[in-house]
């Protein structure tokens, strides 16, 4: 018996349980116990069977996170699971919640396994940058097949009870007594004396796949097609593959070297970073867990745009109702026939049924009155970005909405406190803003106003969660977190052109550092013209995104922009009219070009992100440095490879960050350049904004 591990008996059956809060994760804690446990029932004659099963919410979660990066103390997974497999009488995992990772494996280390209906199966191993490195990636395809286990794995992404059962991955499913059900199962095994046969001995599925590696090797390639860069996918693949072509002993001893490999290099460093970013922007300054959410049994949504659309689409994907107000009817019906449209590439693609499209469609209503809005529990405008349509928006829905209600505006720069202002109960205004397309993209920023309340914001966080997304609080200004960011990248977009550069050139060194799509990609999407007209309103010019206006070359959506896209084609090409137009601009500000390397591109547009972060931090718009780097890697594509920007910067170096800075800013003089105060005391401490902002 320990604190994590003890063993009762259902007649002849051992029954141990792990205790190991939150998750059963297999720290030392648990694994040390486990093994000595495991050990004494494996010579135990009394013990005719044993099943492992686990108190809490859930089963084991996987190895211990946290203990990655620091010397692994005996015994490690691998000796545990070895241990498991060396006892020659009937074990079964009883599984609830989630057997992910070095849970999974140990499971697949018992001879059987029984889960309960709820209970979700996977190898998530490859979010952390890694690879199952517990034999997983050498048992699952013994089991499921090799083809399902690249998905699995290569993927990460868990597989529910049902479909576990399908795949012969789980052995029976029970919708209640799950231990019940496993000792009965552990009893027949032992009474019917069958011969024990151990997942590693399985050999059935991978017979047909050794004998057609070229259609396996098609599936790997298409699962890791999106790898973008990041190794562990590849490396995820290449290890299933060796359980088709290497004897199990050689597969595992691969599969270790991986493991190694990857756990020690910087991706997973970054992505690990991540997963523990993530939960921490959960924890709120001044929201503790005392703080009651509001409930929020209905939404409005204020205008069926594409953002008002994909907001709206989000809460019926997560099971709650939502009104959409629009001004008219014909706009309404726009707006839901184009939700339908989205729902109908799902369902072509597969990933949504008919009947779960009729349901979440079910959800949503349309009105045209403000009254309609007054038993709404949360409303979110999205209408036009001008700080009077909101205001008018927003002293209508004071006028209408019930008491407690929370009311959101989606602006994604404007000064939500003054928005606030303009009702008689700002506590309960808030932004949050979505990122686009809202119903994919998984960040949302709250924006807590001087007044919002607590409760406020403890029920957007929760919310978050419900329609799966990531959200991190972030202070008033111009642009929050994210898109103030942006700003300082793109800062420097007109004059990297104007002294050298061409869009290609640019957008090439940002996917080149892994971001999705490059800069000009981007304003060629977003259209050029949104800009264009913004700078005509304030006075301001910018030479060669004028220009190519001033030609109706407004992005995408005129098939010209920074780039030509030929035939409805959304695929980028450069268009050489485009070069000799930025050369004449040049020309006519007696510019002499030169060579822009992509080391330089880097400098002038990532470093002055990261010094915008470092005045973010100083203002306190974000918590801490690992908001941003959540911000930046689930709205805005940065790589999660090199782990968010100021991450990435502590590994560039932040002494190196402040020396270009200031070798910029005495070129250009630009502010961009500053280095921030912050930025400097850290670089000059020898600091790094993870460990010490
Ligand atoms: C692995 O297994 C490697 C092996 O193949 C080979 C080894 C040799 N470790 O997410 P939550 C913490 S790699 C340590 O908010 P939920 C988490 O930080 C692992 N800590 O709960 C949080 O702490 P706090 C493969 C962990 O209900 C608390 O638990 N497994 C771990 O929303 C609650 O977490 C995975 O990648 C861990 N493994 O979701 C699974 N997991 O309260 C990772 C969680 O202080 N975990 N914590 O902020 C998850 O996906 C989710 O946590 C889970 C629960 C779905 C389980």
């Known amino acids: 018996m320990s604190s994590t591990v003890s063993v009762t008996r259902s007649d002849n059956i051992a029954v141990v349980t792990i205790d190991n809060p939150p998750v059963n994760a297999l720290g030392y804690n648990l694994r040390k116990p486990l093994h000595d446990a495991l050990g004494e029932l494996r010579d135990d004659a009394t013990a005719e069977a044993i099943v492992v099963t686990c108190a809490g919410r859930t089963f084991i979660a996987g190895a211990d996170i946290t203990e990655f990066g620091k010397p692994m103390q005996a ?13 020659k009488k009937p074990t079964v995992a009883a599984i609830h919640g989630t057997a992910l990772g070095g849970g999974l494996e140990l499971a697949l280390g018992c001879h059987f396994r029984v889960a309960d209906a709820g209970a979700k199966l996977g190898l998530p191993e490859v979010k952390l940058g890694l690879l199952p490195g517990a034999g997983g990636t050498q048992r699952l395809p013994r089991i499921v097949g090799p083809e399902k286990a690249v998905r699995m794995v290569v993927s990460g992404n868990p597989i529910g009870a049902a479909e576990a059962h399908a795949d012969g991955l789980v052995d029976a499913v029970c919708s209640e007594d799950l231990v019940d059900n496993a000792v009965a199962l552990a009893k027949e095994k032992v009474a019917s004396g069958a011969a024990l046969v151990q997942v590693r001995e399985r050999d059935q599925k991978l017979v047909e796949a050794r004998n057609d590696l070229a259609a396996l090797d098609a599936v790997i390639a298409d699962a890791t097609k999106k790898a973008r860069g990041l190794e562990a996918p590849l490396i995820c693949a290449q290890s299933v593959r060796n359980a088709v072509t290497l004897p199990f002993e050689e597969g595992v001893a691969a599969e270790r070297e991986f493991f190694i490999k990857l756990v020690t290099g910087e991706q997973s460093a970054a992505q690990r970073h991540l997963f523990f970013a993530e939960r921490q922007a959960a924890k709120v300054d001044g929201v503790g867990k ?85 038993d709404a529990d949360l409303i979110i405008e999205a209408v036009f970005e001008e700080m009077a349509v909101k205001k008018d928006v927003f002293g209508k829905l004071d006028a209408v909405a019930k008491p407690g ?71 008033v200004c111009h642009g929050f977190v994210g898109n103030r960011m942006l700003s300082a990248r793109s800062a420097e977009a007109e004059d990297l ?7 290609q050139d640019v957008d090439k060194a940002l996917t080149d550092f892994g971001f999705p799509m490059g800069q000009y ?23 060669i995104a004028d220009s190519l206006c001033e030609e109706g070359r ?34 006519g500000r007696n510019l002499a070009r030169r060579e822009i390397t992509a080391e330089e591109i880097i400098e002038r547009t ?26 930046w890697a689930n709205g805005y594509g940065f790589p999660i490879g090199k782990g968010g920007p100021m991450f990435w910067a502590d590994s560039v170096g932040l002494a190196k960050i402040v020396g270009r800075l200031e070798h910029w800013h005495s070129e250009t003089g630009k502010d961009v350049y500053k280095p921030a105060k912050l930025l400097k005391d850290l670089a000059a401490a020898g600091k790094t904004f993870t460990a010490g902002a």
């Open 75 to 87: 015994p490690s997974l691998p000796d545990l699971i070895e241990m498991l497999e060396s006892i």
């Open 290 to 374: 005392d703080v009651k959410p509001r409930p929020i049994r209905k939404v409005a949504v204020i205008g069926a745009g594409t953002m008002g659309g994909g907001i709206a689409m989000s809460f019926v994907n997560g099971g709650i109702p939502v009104t959409v107000l629009e001004m008219n009817q014909d706009a309404l019906d726009r707006g839901f026939a184009t939700i339908s449209k989205n729902y109908d590439i799902s369902v072509s693609r597969g990933s949504l049924s008919e009947e779960a499209k009729a349901k979440r469609l079910g959800l949503l209503s349309g009105v045209t009155s403000y009254d309609d809005l007054a």
């Open 405 to 475: 209600a929370i009311l959101a505006s989606n602006t994604s720069y404007l000064d939500v406190d003054e928005i606030a202002a303009s009702t008689k109960r700002p506590g309960d205004v808030v932004g949050t803003h979505f990122f686009s397309p809202a119903n994919v993209m998984r960040l949302l920023e709250i924006v807590r106003g001087k007044q919002t309340s607590a409760d406020v914001l403890a029920t957007l966080l929760g919310i978050a969660r419900v329609i799966r997304k990531v959200p991190v609080v972030v202070g």
């Open 497 to 503: 052109l104007l002294e050298g550069a061409l869009p």
């Open 521 to 543: 990609a981007m304003a060629d999407l977003a259209g050029l013209d949104i800009g264009w007209r913004t700078r005509k309103s304030l006075g301001t010019t910018a030479a």
């Open 554 to 587: 407004y992005g995408q959506k005129t098939g010209k922009g920074y780039y030509l896209y030929k035939d409805g084609s959304r695929k980028p090409e450069a268009d050489p009219k485009v070069e000799t137009l930025i050369e004449k601009v040049s020309a």
């Open 606 to 631: 990532l470093y002055p992100m990261v010094n915008e972060g470092a005045r973010i931090l100083e203002e306190d718009i974000a918590a801490r440095s690992s908001d941003i780097d959540i911000v």
